[in-house]
C-alpha cells in the first residue's frame, strides 16, 4: 500500500486547509486511517483517526484540534481526508498520513508502531 498526501501549504491564522491521502497499490481495507503531525524538535503525534467499525465508522481527534478538524473517508475514491479549519500557529507542522490494517482501541490509537504504512507527508505552515 502506498500512500500519498496533498493539499498542505502556507495559510494565514483562522483560514481552513483540507489534506487529502489516496492509497494505492491494494484494496483500501485498511481498518484505521489516521493523520499524524509532527514539528520540529516534537515527536509525531496523532491528530486525528477514522475506525472502520461495522458498516460505518468511528472518529478520534486529539484535544487540540477537536472541533476544528474534521477527518472523513471515501472508499470509492480509496481517500481519507483532513479538513481543519480555524487554523492556528500551533498547527504548523508535517502532517503524515497512516494505515493500520487491525482495528485498534483508542488507547493504542496514538501508538506510531500500530501502523504499518505512511505517507511521506505534506507540510503546513501557519503563519501571519
Known amino acids: 500500500v502506498t500512500l500519498v498526501e496533498s493539499g498542505g501549504g502556507s495559510v494565514q491564522p483562522g483560514v481552513s486547509l483540507r489534506l487529502s491521502c489516496t492509497a494505492s497499490g491494494r484494496t483500501f481495507g485498511s481498518a484505521v486511517m489516521g493523520w499524524f503531525r509532527q514539528s520540529p524538535g516534537k515527536e509525531r503525534t496523532l491528530v486525528a483517526a477514522?475506525?472502520?467499525?461495522?458498516?460505518?465508522?468511528?472518529?478520534y481527534y486529539a484535544d487540540s484540534v477537536k472541533g476544528r478538524f474534521t477527518i472523513s473517508r471515501d472508499n470509492a475514491r480509496n481517500t481519507v481526508y483532513l479538513q481543519m479549519n480555524s487554523l492556528k500557529s500551533e498547527d504548523t507542522a508535517v502532517y503524515y498520513c497512516?494505515?493500520?490494517?487491525?482495528?485498534?482501541?483508542?488507547?493504542?490509537?496514538?501508538?506510531?508502531?500500530?501502523?504499518?504504512?505512511w505517507g511521506q507527508g505534506t507540510q503546513v505552515t501557519v503563519s501571519s
Open positions: 477514522f475506525r472502520r467499525i461495522g458498516g460505518g465508522g468511528n472518529t
Open positions: 497512516a494505515a493500520a490494517s487491525r482495528n485498534l482501541i483508542v488507547s493504542s490509537l496514538g501508538v506510531l508502531n500500530n501502523y504499518e504504512y
